[in-house]
């Protein structure tokens, strides 16, 4: 029998606990891999598979105005869904749940037998307050409510083309709903519950809830009350004259702030399905291009005033009706001419030919040097989306006649927003400002400001000399040339009118079809607000920018220079009255006199009397109020005793 040693016993049962002893610390190693490194994922993965979450979703930000008032909100509308291993009782379930969401039951049956943790579906979302409380006082099982919202536009239609409208899952769709989404949006929570292999939920474990984010309140530059003024506007000419569209801009021509914006035809934000989708997306004031007219005259103008090529009071020019240029005979509105004129007069009476000599008098290439300065074909780069550049003539196949037809707006293709800015900046001191609408971004918790924009001036395009004479020239022609229309007695008003011929399928223009314009500003002396409205192909009337369109802006600037707080201004230009316009007449002080004495003021001013007694105290209007040819003036009589 082989005889080992102690020595050889020893050392295999140190190679055996050696082993052992590496195996060992190979598990525990392993394990406090396992426990330590992989464990956080391994459990994540665990409760991935065990947990079902419940999305809720965020409450998307509010669309404001520039005073904080609501112009898209939020309002509850609860969300049904579905953990279909849970229900105990399909058929029945389906049965109830079909007859409170108006649906069939087969179409609510194949919703819970689907195979899936979670169930959501069209018909059971955005439900109304009534639906959510008959769901909930079922209490079925498997079946749950998350809070959920949609979107609410208080003011319907208003400003509809600027906002856009967001889909069934709150994502912007268009307008402003949708460039802004993500910062709108905010970031959804969840409510995650456990539940076995079966579905079945695990009562014994802690459900997990994290809160939804807010998405921040979206502030805007635009002035709800500007804007209802529009809105009014243009409602009463979409019924007086059945136009084929029309639209308008209101913008600060000092920072660049659109105030007001829109356009006809509109849709309700709310049921944009209702309507085709030419309409919702296409906002006219920053997409339509076409032929200015008469309001590029402005561009012409202010050129030859900066170049030191005209004189307004002393410069004249005879208007035949026609100029000849390059082998073409360009017309006047006017059959037979104005005749003699200064430039002023030029300007005021929107003469073509007259425009033509300044144009001459510039040359092509300084002439189109300022329609690019002025902004013209290019993007403003409004903070819209859908924006068009419009189109000029290149310069090498600018001939005699393109000189003459651009040199009054005609040949080229502009957008309503390139007016609107071009024109801001040649009364404005002469800077040109990039438009935009969005202001600030507004935490909904703290009312903080989150994100301010600034006025970004682009540059300046004319003197602040120049810019005053503009000024000038163009509040004439609303107190005595083609813009008489506009006119607003107490404010100093300027402005071009612009009648645009439209051009058909075969090249040609059409025949009385015209895009009617006029853009404004006030007041005169110190700018604070520019006002553009075109009306497209008006309807039993003769269309004239100044007939049609003036009015409309002159009502515009009225009522938002009183809503703004302008004070009225003196010193402005009078009224030069045509027939049959009639000037109006100053209401004189009548506190203190008799009745006896008011026979002198009968013929031009109707009396209405209230009171007893022979002393007038009150009277309405005002005295120097201006007021039409027979209009009532209230008067308040009482005693000699309550005069003293």
Not at 78 to 90: A, N, S
Not at 333 to 356: A, D, I
């Amino acid at each position: 029998m082989k005889h080992v040693s102690h020595m050889t016993i020893r050392k295999r049962i140190v190679t055996v606990f050696s082993f052992a002893l590496l195996i060992f610390l190979i598990i525990v190693g392993r394990l406090a891999y396992v426990q330590f490194i992989k464990g956080p994922s391994l459990t994540a993965q665990a409760e991935t598979s065990w947990s079902r979450d419940i999305k809720f979703e965020a409450e998307r930000g509010r669309i404001l105005d520039r005073n904080g008032e609501v112009l898209v909100d939020n309002v509850s509308a609860p969300t049904v869904m579905l953990v279909p291993r849970q229900v105990e009782d399909k058929e029945l379930t389906a049965q109830k749940l079909a007859d409170i969401l108006a649906i069939d039951v087969e179409t609510m049956l194949a919703y819970i037998e689907r195979e899936a943790n979670i169930v959501r579906f069209v018909e059971g979302r955005k439900l109304s307050e009534e639906q959510a409380s008959m769901i909930q006082a079922l209490a079925l099982p498997g079946v749950y409510l998350a809070e959920d919202s949609k979107r609410y536009y208080p003011n319907g239609s208003m400003l509809a083309h600027v906002l856009g409208f967001s889909g069934i899952d709150n994502q912007g769709l268009t307008g402003l709903e949708l460039a802004h989404d993500g910062r709108l949006s905010g970031e959804a929570g969840r409510l995650s519950f456990f539940s076995d292999a079966k579905g079945r939920r695990l009562p014994d474990l802690t459900d997990t809830y994290e809160a939804p984010v807010d998405g921040l309140d979206l502030k805007l530059t635009i002035d709800l009350d500007i804007q209802a003024i529009m809105e009014r506007e243009l409602d009463i000419a979409e019924a007086t004259y059945q136009p084929d569209g029309a639209w308008g801009i209101a913008v600060n021509p000092n920072t660049g702030e659109v105030l007001a914006m829109s356009s006809r035809p509109t849709f309700d934000p709310t049921h944009y399905q209702e309507v085709d989708a030419s309409v919702y997306n296409r906002n006219l004031p920053i997409w339509s291009t076409y032929e200015p007219g008469s309001t590029f005259k402005i561009i012409t103008l202010a050129a030859a005033l900066e170049e030191g090529l005209v004189d307004l009071e002393n410069d004249t020019y005879y208007d035949s009706g026609v100029i000849e240029v390059g082998g073409a005979k360009l017309r006047c509105w006017k059959r037979g001419g104005h005749g003699s004129q200064t430039y002023l007069e030029v300007v005021q009476n929107s003469c073509n030919p007259g425009f033509v000599s300044l144009g001459q008098a510039l040359g092509k290439e300084r002439l189109f040097d300022y329609i690019d300065g002025f902004g013209f074909g290019q993007k403003t780069m409004i903070d819209l989306a859908g924006e068009a550049s419009g189109i000029l003539f290149d310069l090498d196949q600018v001939g005699p006649v393109e000189l003459g037809t651009t040199s009054f707006g005609q040949g080229v293709s502009v957008t309503p927003i390139q007016q609107v800015m071009a024109v801001s900046a040649a009364v404005n001191g002469g800077y040109l400002y990039q438009p935009y609408v969005v202001s600030s971004w507004v935490d909904p918790i703290t009312n903080e400001v989150v994100d301010q924009v600034e006025p970004q001036e682009k540059r300046q395009v004319i003197s602040e000399e120049t810019s005053e004479e503009v000024r000038y020239a163009l509040e004439s022609v609303v107190a005595q040339g083609t813009g008489r229309g506009a006119y607003v007695e107490g404010y100093r008003v300027g402005g071009k009118t612009g009648t645009a011929q439209k051009v058909g399928a075969n090249g040609r223009y059409l025949e009385n079809n015209h895009i009617v314009a006029f853009i404004g500003f006030a007041p005169a002396d110190d700018p604070e607000i520019v006002v553009y409205m075109a009306i497209d192909n008006p309807k039993n009337t003769v269309q004239f920018g100044g007939v049609v369109a003036a009015p409309i802006v002159g009502n515009v600037i009225e009522d938002s220079l009183r809503a703004m707080g302008v004070e009225q201004r003196e010193g402005g230009l009078e009224k030069k009255y045509q027939w049959p316009e009639q000037p109006l007449v100053e209401v004189p002080d009548l506190i203190g006199l008799k009745q006896e004495d008011l026979i002198q003021y009968l013929t031009q001013l109707s009396i209405e009397t209230v009171g007893e007694g022979d002393f007038i105290i009150e009277q309405a209007p005002a005295p120097g109020t201006k007021v039409p040819v027979g209009e009532t003036i209230r008067l308040l009589f009482a005693p000699e005793e309550e005069t003293e």
